[in-house]
């Protein structure tokens, strides 16, 4: 995630900002990045489902056709017409259920439709979105529920007004500037010409949720967390979704794309006595709520949750360190997010405010020859996890495509929108929103593969071997990780911050492994990406929502364990409150026990 446009990840789950979020902020991210109110009677028990949707029945289709076409005809006699003008209207359903503690604090049934219109006026080679006018191309607004075309029809005219009125001024602002500035280094055109694309997905038949079941799991799951005292915050979170998104355009695309999915979030925190923060999420993701683990996997994971978050609070701080490091599957993933994913997206290469990292790096080394990248919506499942950036089109209606970024550590391609740069002209499916933002072209599935392995139960040797070749006293081990944030923008230095959760100190002396705390790793992304020296043979997958300029986006990152030379890490900075000063109802004799039993230890 590009921190100069946004911020940091927690668990899954990218977040704004390093606080620790609660339930309620939690939910309410989820309600603003997927578009749902998070005001709506809880007593509906019933579950929504979306219409079936084909070209033949589908009214609100025919309503968004009918008045694009009116609204080209009718702009097009004036002195500005716009030359592209497209309409998306996003059907969403959800049903959200958090438990805390063995009760439920949200227990709700959403349901929202609403429209972005995006408009370009001017000519593809210099329109109203040129630069930092980016944003003048699009216009949202809530659409009426129902199947009315009078009433659809209505918004969205209103819509399409309030959009034009603000393009044509952006349009002559760009055009004075253009005048007045010096001369660009990228001359590209600010939108490709692409082939109209036709697709009517139909919708799956809706799969059973038994409500009333999940709201005893959920409450019972979450009530598991009561019996630790240690844990001052927990909540488990499902959230069902049933979507739907239609996209119209002046050029002739229609397409129809609905999906389904289903999420399950647990969230644990305590405190240590220096004040700092601890934090454990686990996340799982699937299309059906069927398809998530059983509550008796569940329940272990929560203990497990529970034995980290008290690990942590006993665990030393780190020190500032430069030395050899493995990093996890997942941390690895996130790490190839961050450091190397976001600076291969299109628009980067010819933002003028950017970084521009890799931009005339095509056909050079920029990794190692043993690894290559691809990035792949059109992947669904890896390691037999579900891929939360899989999409069959992306959000400016082009097919999403396998693109090679890097092969055998040569730099081949960038992830592309309808956005050209200098020798790449053509989107290559990778054209992403949030819901009320311009697309531009952004990450979906990152996938790492190596052709120089060892087996996985060999990466903690290897990695003592190395800190004895280096003659340090330890290496560290990054077993898990819950985000990271990087900086892209010329403004700012070039560098990434990656926030573990759990981190050994493995020793060269056979000493067992140390559980430490408080350190985030940190560097820039030339440097760190040639000290990679072999990998594991296992992918492990990272799903997670990415935020930047186009907004919130689920993603999904798949790497294999790796091991680097050199790894350096900083000490994370954190509040200093205290734990809570009272014990938590229930366990006041339990603290009591534990005084007497620390006087009866110090007696002479």
Same mark, same amino acid.
């Given at each position: 995630?590009?921190?100069?446009?946004?911020?940091?990840?927690?668990?899954?789950?990218?977040?704004?900002?390093?606080?620790?979020?609660?339930?309620?902020? %939690?939910?309410?991210?989820?309600?603003?990045?997927?578009?749902? *109110?998070?005001?709506?009677?809880?007593?509906?028990?019933?579950?929504?489902?979306?219409?079936?949707?084909?070209?033949?029945?589908? *009214?609100?289709?025919?309503?968004?056709?009918?008045?694009?076409?009116?609204?080209?005809?009718?702009?097009?006699?004036?002195?500005?017409?716009?030359?592209?003008?497209?309409?998306?209207?996003?059907?969403?359903?959800?049903?959200?259920?958090?438990?805390?503690?063995?009760?439920?604090?949200?227990?709700?049934?959403?349901?929202?439709?609403?429209?972005?219109?995006?408009?370009?006026?001017?000519?593809?080679?210099?329109?109203?979105?040129?630069?930092?006018?980016?944003?003048?191309?699009?216009?949202?607004?809530?659409?009426?529920?129902?199947?009315?075309?009078?009433?659809?029809?209505?918004?969205?005219?209103?819509?399409?007004?309030? !959009?034009?009125?603000?393009?044509?001024?952006?349009?002559?602002?760009?055009?004075?500037?253009?005048?007045?500035?010096?001369?660009?280094?990228?001359?590209?055109?600010?939108?490709?010409?692409?082939?109209?694309?036709?697709?009517?997905?139909?919708?799956?038949?809706?799969?059973? +949720?038994?409500?009333?079941?999940?709201?005893?799991?959920?409450?019972?799951?979450?009530?598991?967390?009561?019996?630790?005292?240690?844990?001052?915050?927990?909540?488990?979170?499902?959230?069902?979704?049933?979507?739907?998104?239609?996209?119209?355009?002046?050029?002739?695309?229609?397409?129809?794309?609905?999906?389904?999915?289903?999420?399950?979030?647990? !969230?644990?925190?305590?405190?240590?006595?220096?004040?700092?923060?601890?934090?454990?999420?686990?996340?799982?993701?699937?299309?059906?709520?069927?398809?998530?683990?059983?509550?008796?996997?569940?329940?272990?994971?929560?203990?497990?949750?529970?034995?980290?978050?008290?690990?942590?609070?006993?665990?030393?701080?780190?020190?500032?360190?430069?030395?050899?490091?493995?990093?996890?599957?997942?941390?690895?993933?996130?790490?190839?997010? @961050?450091?190397?994913?976001?600076?291969?997206?299109?628009?980067?290469?010819?933002?003028?405010?950017?970084?521009?990292?890799?931009?005339?790096?095509?056909?050079? !080394?920029?990794?190692?020859?043993?690894?290559?990248?691809?990035?792949?919506?059109?992947?669904?499942?890896?390691?037999?996890?579900?891929?939360? &950036?899989?999409?069959?089109?992306?959000? !400016?209606?082009?097919?999403?495509?396998?693109?090679?970024?890097?092969?055998?550590?040569?730099?081949?391609?960038?992830?592309?929108?309808?956005?050209?740069?200098?020798?790449?002209?053509?989107?290559?499916?990778?054209?992403?929103?949030?819901?009320?933002?311009?697309?531009? &072209?952004?990450?979906?599935?990152?996938?790492?593969?190596?052709?120089?392995?060892?087996?996985?139960?060999?990466?903690?040797?290897?990695?003592?071997?190395?800190?004895?070749?280096?003659?340090?006293?330890?290496?560290?081990? +990054?077993?898990?990780?819950?985000?990271?944030?990087?900086?892209?923008?010329?403004?700012?230095?070039?560098?990434?911050?990656?926030?573990?959760?759990?981190?050994?100190?493995?020793?060269?002396?056979?000493?067992?492994?140390?559980?430490?705390?408080?350190?985030?790793?940190? &560097?820039?992304?030339?440097?760190?990406?040639?000290?990679?020296?072999?990998?594991?043979?296992?992918?492990?997958?990272?799903?997670?929502? %990415?935020?930047?300029?186009? &907004?919130?986006?689920?993603?999904?990152?798949?790497?294999?364990?790796?091991?680097?030379?050199?790894?350096?890490?900083?000490?994370?900075?954190?509040?200093?409150?205290?734990?809570?000063?009272? *014990?938590?109802?229930?366990?006041?004799?339990?603290?009591?026990?534990?005084?007497?039993?620390?006087?009866? @230890?110090?007696? *002479?």
């Amino acid at each position: 995630m590009n921190i100069s446009k946004s911020s940091a990840i927690r668990g899954n789950v990218f977040f704004r900002g390093r606080e620790v979020l609660r339930a309620t902020a %939690c939910w309410m991210l989820f309600a603003q990045l997927l578009g749902v *109110p998070y005001a709506r009677a809880a007593g509906d028990k019933s579950v929504p489902t979306a219409a079936p949707v084909g070209a033949a029945n589908d *009214p609100v289709l025919k309503a968004m056709q009918d008045e694009i076409k009116r609204a080209t005809a009718e702009l097009g006699k004036s002195e500005q017409p716009p030359y592209y003008l497209s309409y998306t209207v996003y059907d969403q359903d959800f049903v959200v259920l958090v438990g805390a503690y063995g009760s439920l604090l949200t227990d709700t049934v959403a349901q929202r439709r609403f429209a972005d219109v995006n408009m370009r006026v001017g000519t593809p080679e210099l329109d109203n979105t040129h630069g930092q006018s980016r944003p003048s191309g699009v216009n949202s607004g809530s659409l009426p529920l129902g199947n009315d075309p009078d009433a659809i029809a209505r918004v969205l005219w209103e819509l399409t007004d309030r !959009e034009y009125k603000r393009a044509v001024p952006s349009l002559l602002s760009v055009r004075t500037n253009t005048a007045v500035r010096a001369e660009e280094e990228d001359k590209s055109p600010d939108f490709s010409k692409e082939k109209p694309q036709r697709h009517i997905g139909e919708a799956e038949p809706a799969a059973p +949720f038994d409500r009333a079941a999940w709201e005893g799991e959920i409450k019972r799951l979450s009530g598991a967390f009561r019996k630790y005292p240690e844990v001052y915050f927990a909540t488990v979170l499902i959230q069902v979704q049933r979507s739907n998104s239609r996209m119209v355009s002046s050029e002739g695309s229609a397409i129809v794309s609905p999906s389904t999915s289903t999420r399950l979030i647990m !969230e644990a925190q305590t405190r240590a006595e220096d004040g700092m923060d601890l934090l454990r999420v686990e996340t799982f993701q699937a299309p059906t709520a069927s398809g998530l683990p059983s509550e008796t996997e569940l329940t272990g994971k929560i203990e497990k949750m529970a034995a980290d978050l008290s690990a942590l609070r006993k665990a030393p701080m780190a020190e500032p360190y430069d030395g050899p490091a493995v990093l996890s599957g997942r941390a690895a993933a996130v790490f190839f997010h @961050e450091v190397l994913g976001h600076r291969l997206e299109g628009h980067r290469q010819r933002d003028e405010e950017e970084g521009q990292t890799f931009t005339k790096k095509i056909g050079q !080394e920029v990794l190692p020859k043993f690894l290559s990248v691809m990035d792949d919506p059109t992947t669904h499942e890896m390691a037999g996890v579900k891929l939360a &950036g899989a999409y069959d089109f992306d959000d !400016e209606g082009e097919p999403s495509q396998r693109v090679e970024v890097i092969k055998d550590g040569v730099l081949k391609n960038f992830l592309m929108s309808r956005m050209p740069i200098k020798d790449f002209g053509q989107s290559n499916g990778h054209g992403r929103n949030q819901p009320g933002r311009m697309p531009t &072209g952004r990450q979906g599935n990152l996938i790492v593969t190596s052709t120089q392995t060892v087996p996985e139960a060999e990466m903690r040797q290897k990695l003592i071997d190395e800190v004895k070749k280096q003659g340090k006293p330890y290496g560290l081990y +990054f077993d898990d990780i819950q985000g990271g944030f990087t900086l892209t923008t010329r403004a700012l230095p070039q560098a990434f911050q990656v926030l573990p959760v759990l981190v050994y100190k493995v020793y060269a002396d056979g000493r067992p492994d140390e559980l430490v705390r408080g350190v985030d790793i940190v &560097g820039t992304p030339l440097a760190a990406l040639t000290r990679i020296l072999t990998t594991g043979d296992q992918p492990r997958v990272f799903n997670g929502v %990415c935020g930047a300029e186009s &907004g919130q986006v689920p993603v999904a990152a798949v790497a294999p364990s790796m091991l680097f030379s050199e790894m350096e890490v900083q000490k994370r900075a954190h509040e200093h409150e205290r734990p809570p000063l009272l *014990p938590p109802p229930g366990f006041e004799d339990a603290g009591a026990s534990k005084e007497a039993q620390a006087k009866a @230890e110090v007696k *002479p």
